[in-house]
């Protein structure tokens, strides 16, 4: 499974592995800190997950898309 995670301050985007959930990483372009959210903490994950075909995309704001 993939995670794109978006920056809020710049806009970059990169795609994680599922491993990166729950922790804080820095953006690699304006190294604001991030926290991604834990997989369990989203409670549609699991279905946008399938209807994504293993691939979320979590705004700043935790609401996914697929």
Do not use: F
């Not at 994680?16 to 729950?22: G, K, M, R």
């Amino acid at each position: 499974m993939n995670i794109i995670l978006q920056c809020p301050r710049c806009s970059c985007r990169w795609w994680l592995d599922a491993a990166a959930a729950d922790r804080r990483l820095r953006c690699r372009k304006c190294g604001l800190l991030l926290k991604v959210p834990h997989l369990d903490e989203l409670p549609k994950a699991t279905d946008v997950i399938k209807d994504a075909k293993n691939e979320v995309y979590v705004d700043d704001s935790g609401r996914t898309y697929g």
